[in-house]
């Protein structure tokens, strides 16, 4: 489905891009330096939800985009996992058409807002970018850019409808209302199709709404995005759990013609150690909801949290860093992460590791717990832990974790915060017995199409990866809506 | 929205709302539960379903004053709406025929207990029931669990009605009384914790249905954990229903007194507040 070379190649020879290429010369690009993000200072920072990294304003923006030599073999688009025409988008900003660059963005992802926010660009497109690859220079800040012109568009209060096709009749639905599923909404409401999205919470959005806090993206940003698929036509059902409030049968019956999962993964994982079932001691997904989605560090609303002064969150990803990052803003004394690799090995961003110690987290690296420890009335107060050394790569490739004996000491806690992977979500293969899965519990998907045992069924995002990112949710929804595009054509 | 159509005091404290949901009214099987939030600022709780109208649309709620949460719900009247509704959730109950079935319900357990008895009765089973709470007052459904059970047995506390005593001493009568093939245990954690020990005593297979602390109520974030027989389970996706001789009670009440301060506190704050406002 790649974006054909040819077609991209014509875009560039466009008379406004030619121009603008030679307005300056690359030597000249290129010795100009990297933009450096706005940040809201950590100590200020820490005393409220307020979004960390502010954006660029237009100066910045536009001499940023500048630094792009709109390459004529352009590889940062092939670390897309969307395809977006990044080129093309960064040379409207350069010539101040910020609105023909949001409008760009749009042409292959539905939510860029979002993915300029959380996207590791440093792995994706901004590790092909030519300045990475041959020039051992810092990337072009492909995400600034994307965020920037998403924001511009939304400030704008004018977004763009994207262009779609006369409407088919054709119900589709989409089960589970994260980014994978709106993604997928999105493109098949652009290609004319009637599609539905359920949602299993009260509110759409799933992880981005329920997982990533607010001072990493803020709510409004996503509902801004849900309402362009709204004008586009697009249903939302929620408090709806397909499998149980109905099965995909009596959706059959009610005239859905095809169904794409991408109900994420549910479940989160414990280490299954002595203690883990302390009062205090919760997974990451549920103390994340209970901020992010129940608000309930807001003292007007109902739903409880408990969050102590001494915070331990166990595990080293993305999640891990919300959470820790959380629990300082809700008033922790001591947050720390308590990870058993070391700093290197850490999957979560480079930015969010940076920003969390400079929030003044701590990094409680080779050590892992094996041990909780609890007061009189059952409330975890002492986790108990080992150091570790790292030995050979394992089939990760990652230098392999090994218990070094005789390290064990108690660390006085409060809270005890689980971050260390989630299980895929039983719902809907449960209600579909026919349905093919993996032994890892995901759903079985041919990897060309997305196209599940069950034909009509096409699922993807971390029901299928079992733990990915939002963008390559949002390229499985992209990448299932062609597929089943086709397939519905062709069984018409 | 869910309206609620009909409303009824079991007694001070425990109401039953009728309230439309057509498709959780076609969907939902004994054992089942939903999930109830209300307004922007509610809390998700989980509630057990006691009943249900397929063809009117409607299902049958019974929530007892514990909290902010479940005395807010008790509080709306006929013609309200609920703003979020959400199931059925959790497995439904595994319905055979065995013989006869000890169905115990404590308190509003009676409530989740009730499609149980009935699902049983019409498989064909003997169905006897213990009903047990504190005093007269709260013992509710009473009418309708006789309609699906061939004998019924009163137990209060304070002697106020029927017989005199513990959920559990009207077990014994009747286990000591005639075979038993299984029994079915639903109430507050403490209760399911003796009934189970004394159906264990005598070897009598018996299921529990759990109702811990619960936030989604699809298996995402852990909250309603329980120790099943040495494994972690959720209460959402695994069970309501589990082994009752394999569930850790005391580690169960501990994990439900997890937010017991804060609650009564909020608790105290709203009453306080709504005195002041009158
Ligand atoms: S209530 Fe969240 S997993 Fe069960």
Not at chain 1, 359 to 377: C, K, M, R
Not at chain 2, 181 to 190: E, H, R, T
Request: proline fraction near 5%.
């Amino acid at each position: 489905m790649a974006v054909s070379p040819e077609f991209l190649k014509a875009e560039r020879e466009q008379p406004w891009r030619v121009e603008l290429r030679s307005k300056m010369k690359n030597k000249e690009r290129t010795a100009l330096t990297r933009v450096h993000m706005n940040e809201v200072d950590a100590r200020e920072r820490i005393l409220s939800n307020i979004e960390v990294n502010q954006g660029l304003n237009q100066v910045q923006a536009m001499a940023e985009a500048q630094r792009c030599l709109d390459c004529p073999n352009p590889t940062c688009i092939t670390g897309c996992p969307v395809e977006i025409n990044i080129p093309k988008f960064i040379k409207h900003i350069e010539c101040g058409n910020f609105a023909d660059a949001a409008k760009t963005l749009k042409e292959t992802s539905t939510l860029p807002a979002v993915c300029g926010r959380v996207c590791p660009q440093e792995k994706q497109c901004e590790s092909q970018c030519f300045y990475t690859q041959k020039m051992n220079a810092e990337p072009v800040a492909i995400g600034y850019l994307e965020r920037f012109a998403a924001d511009w568009e939304q400030n704008s209060g004018q977004m763009a409808i994207p262009e779609q096709a006369p409407a088919n009749g054709i119900k589709v639905g989409a089960i589970g209302s994260g980014p994978a599923g709106l993604t997928f909404a999105g493109e098949m409401a652009k290609k004319g199709y009637d599609v539905t999205v359920f949602e299993a919470l009260h509110e759409i959005g799933g992880v981005l709404k329920y997982g990533i806090p607010e001072f990493r993206l803020p709510n409004r940003i996503v509902d801004v995005e849900i309402d362009v698929l709204k004008k586009m036509g697009v249903k939302f059902e929620t408090n709806f759990v397909v499998g149980k409030t109905a099965n995909v049968e009596d959706l059959q019956e009610e005239g859905y013609k095809a169904f794409f999962a991408g109900s994420g993964a549910g479940l989160p994982r414990f280490m299954e150690i002595p203690g883990e079932n302390y009062i205090g001691i919760l997974s990451s997904n549920e103390y994340l909801t209970r901020v992010n989605l129940m608000n309930a560090a807001n003292p007007t609303t109902d739903t409880p949290i408990i969050s102590g002064k001494r915070v331990a969150v166990i595990g080293g990803g993305n999640t891990a860093m919300d959470s820790v990052r959380t629990a300082k803003r809700l008033g922790a004394e001591r947050a720390m992460i308590i990870y058993r690799r070391g700093m290197d090995e850490m999957p979560a961003r480079v930015e969010e590791i940076k920003h969390a110690q400079e929030e003044g987290i701590e990094f409680l690296t080779l050590t892992n717990p094996v041990e909780y420890l609890a007061d009189s009335q059952g409330r975890v107060s002492q986790v108990r832990v080992q150091k570790m050394g790292l030995g050979e790569p394992d089939a990760s490739g990652r230098r392999r974790p090994e218990v070094i004996e005789g390290s064990e000491y108690l660390i006085d806690v409060d809270t005890v915060v689980v971050s260390v992977g989630v299980s895929p979500n039983p719902i809907v293969p449960d209600s579909l017995p026919d349905l093919k899965m993996t032994r890892w519990h995901t759903i079985e998907v041919n990897d060309d199409n997305l196209q599940s045992s069950i034909p009509f069924l096409f699922a993807g995002g971390d029901i299928v990866r079992g733990g990915a990112t939002v963008i390559l949710a949002m390229g499985d929804g992209r990448k299932a809506a062609a597929a089943m595009d086709e397939y519905l054509q062709k069984n018409q | 929205m869910n309206k609620i159509v009909a409303k009824e005091f079991f007694s001070e404290n425990v109401v039953r709302l009728e309230i439309e949901a057509p498709r959780i009214a076609k969907a939902r099987r004994a054992g089942h539960f939903v999930i109830v939030k209300n307004g922007v600022d509610g809390e998700r709780i989980p509630l057990t379903i006691a009943g249900s109208d397929p063809k009117k649309g409607t299902i049958d709620l019974v929530v007892q004053r514990v909290g902010v949460s479940s005395r807010k719900l008790t509080e709306l009247n006929v013609g309200d709406e609920i703003t979020d509704l959400v199931g059925p959730l959790g497995k439904a109950t595994h319905v055979e025929k065995v013989g006869t079935v000890l169905a115990c319900g404590g308190g509003v357990g009676v409530a989740p207990l009730l499609p149980i008895i009935e699902a049983f009765k019409l498989a064909g089973n003997r169905v006897i029931t213990v009903l047990a709470a504190r005093n007269k007052d709260l013992i509710i459904l009473e009418e309708q669990v006789r309609k699906y059970s061939d004998e019924v047995v009163v137990m209060t506390d304070d002697g106020s009605y029927g017989n005199k005593g513990l959920v559990t001493e009207g077990m014994e009568m009747i286990i000591n009384r005639e075979k038993v093939d299984l029994s079915v245990v639903i109430g507050p954690a403490i209760m399911m914790k003796f009934a189970s020990m004394t159906t264990k005593k005598h070897n009598i297979p018996t299921m529990a249905s759990l109702n811990t602390i619960m936030v989604d109520g699809t298996g995402m974030c852990g909250a309603c954990r329980v120790t099943v027989g040495g494994k972690v389970k959720f209460v959402c996706v695994d069970g309501p229903e589990f082994d009752a001789h394999q569930v850790d009670f005391d580690e169960m009440l501990l994990r439900l007194s997890g937010y017991k301060g804060i609650e009564k506190e909020a608790e105290l704050n709203y009453l306080s507040k709504n005195c002041n406002a009158k």
